[in-house]
T-cell receptor, first 115, second 110 residues
Framework: KAGVTQTPRYLIKTRGQQVTLSCSPI?????VSWYQQTPGQGLQFLFE???????NKGNFPGRFSGRQFSNSRSEMNVSTLELGDSALYLC??????????????FGSGTQLSVL | TQLLEQSPQFLSIQEGENLTVYCNSS?????LQWYRQEPGEGPVLLVT?????EVKKLKRLTFQFGDARKDSSLHITAAQPGDTGLYLC??????????FGTGTSLTVIP
């Protein structure tokens, strides 16, 4: 069973640009969530999608947005990039609703550097 | 915001030593999970604890969920270099949202 796939693996952008990151969940998983990881702030929740609907949202500005397609693949977009957006962006999929506790399966992430 | 604080933040020990990592919060969680993350990779789930007071063992790793479901600990016996990584606790609330801890970076020196 293939794991969670995130593309691209690395990305370098300049301030003011926008970027789109992609995530393909594990086959059969219907929930996709996104996290931002930085050395100073740790892992912070961005948003979660289930069946193409945003189910939860973290405390990030409106420049951060996402969507989920009918095949459960998800994209997140960051507009007007700032230096502070440099981070590892992680996508996690889960089989929701599950009979037991929800478990997250993470991709390897997209390392975004904003210059 | 439901904060999870982990201690210590950094830990460097010799192979064969024992260690304990703590995860504390003022919030109650419906479940708590521990993940390990290696450089350049995403976190990998190690264990899920659900019941207050629950203890789970995974080979040399022992996980405990506090009675009040607000805190947890991870104990590693006879640490090995392969245990090196970033250990993250994550609490899930009744709204099915996950909150991750600040992380503990463990280095086991051969």
């Amino acid at each position: 069973k293939a794991g969670v796939t995130q593309t691209p693996r690395y990305l370098i952008k300049t301030r003011g640009q926008q970027v789109t990151l992609s995530c393909s969940p594990i086959s059969g998983h219907r929930s996709v969530s996104w996290y931002q990881q930085t050395p100073g702030q740790g892992l912070q929740f961005l948003f979660e999608y289930f069946s193409e609907t945003q189910r939860n949202k973290g405390n990030f500005p409106g420049r951060f947005s996402g969507r989920q397609f009918s095949n459960s693949r998800s994209e997140m977009n960051v507009s007007t990039l700032e230096l502070g957006d440099s981070a590892l962006y992680l996508c996690a999929s889960s089989f929701y609703p599950s009979a037991g506790v929800e478990k997250l399966f993470f991709g390897s992430g997209t390392q975004l550097s904003v210059l | 915001t439901q904060l999870l604080e982990q201690s210590p933040q950094f830990l460097s020990i010799q192979e064969g030593e024992n260690l304990t990592v703590y995860c504390n919060s003022s919030s109650v969680f419906s479940s708590l999970q521990w993940y390990r993350q290696e450089p350049g990779e995403g976190p990998v789930l190690l264990v899920t604890v659900v019941t207050g007071g629950e203890v789970k063992k995974l080979k040399r790793l022992t996980f405990q969920f506090g009675d009040a479901r607000k805190d947890s600990s991870l104990h590693i016996t006879a640490a090995q270099p392969g245990d090196t990584g970033l250990y993250l606790c994550a609490g899930q609330n009744t709204g099915n949202q996950f909150y991750f801890g600040t992380g503990t970076s463990l280095t086991v020196i051969p």
